[in-house]
């Protein structure tokens, strides 16, 4: 996630990219992924998922809450910890906030996307460039509850006593150069979100977990400037 790189193209495609993909799937409400699977059953009901899933995504318009990102890199002995504050609001309005180690924000409004990374700031247009475009369209199906039937991804469900686990597997060349999968979890009682995982080609996977949920309360849209 945290990965540096001499232009914003190869922002896009490395750390921006990661933080894209990772805003979008907060979007999902997703929870932290068990590894291997382990105490999961494939879905009974798919159906019933998938209505209820889409139902729970509708019916929110704002989320607010904290963050710890956990980042495992198989050439670093220790783990990368970073902490912030996540914004949503419908209609696609993100804000992501790295406070710390090291600053990094990240704001999604509509097809404009606005980056900073210390004192340095990048604008751009999702519709300026279809990676971004194609980004922004996850979004939207994730926030829409549609996301289960993105061709990004081949889907696979399955479930414990208390959650439902989502796998998604990417189609498309861009994706599939950056991630093997990415696990979602989804809480049977509310469908809510309390984290989730991310496992890149090399291994190397991003866990983070959020916390201290607010569901539906008023943000000014002023938090999603990208002046």
């Not at 993100?94 to 900073?116: F, Q």
């Not at 549609?146 to 861009?174: D, G, I, W």
């Not at 989730?196 to 991003?206: F, P, Q, V």
Request: hydrophobic residues 35%; aromatic residues 8%; positive net charge.
């Amino acid at each position: 996630m945290d990965i540096k790189s001499s232009g914003w193209t190869r922002c896009l495609i490395s750390m921006h990219m990661h933080k894209l993909i990772l805003t979008i799937a907060v979007c999902c409400y997703c929870v932290r992924a068990v590894a291997q699977h382990s105490g999961y059953k494939p879905v009974a009901n798919a159906d019933d998922f998938r209505k209820q899933f889409t139902k729970a995504s509708q019916a929110t318009q704002s989320i607010q809450c904290d963050f710890v990102q956990t980042k495992n890199l198989s050439m670093l002995s220790d783990k990368i910890v970073s902490t912030g504050q996540f914004w949503f609001k419908r209609e696609n309005k993100v804000r992501m906030e790295y406070k710390k180690p090291t600053y990094y924000l990240l704001v999604i409004n509509g097809s404009n996307i606005k980056t900073k990374d210390g004192t340095k700031e990048n604008k751009v247009s999702s519709k300026s460039n279809k990676m971004f475009d194609q980004v922004n369209k996850m979004m939207i199906d994730c926030v829409q509850g549609t996301v289960l039937t993105n061709s990004s991804f081949t889907t696979a469900l399955f479930e414990s006593p208390s959650s439902y686990l989502v796998e998604l597997t990417p189609t498309t060349k861009a994706l599939k150069g950056i991630f093997r999968n990415i696990d979602l979890v989804v809480d049977k009682k509310d469908y809510s979100a309390t984290g989730m995982e991310m496992t890149e080609l090399s291994g190397d996977n991003t866990i983070i977990n959020f916390t201290h949920k607010q569901i539906n309360i008023n943000i000014p849209d002023a938090i999603f400037s990208v002046d």
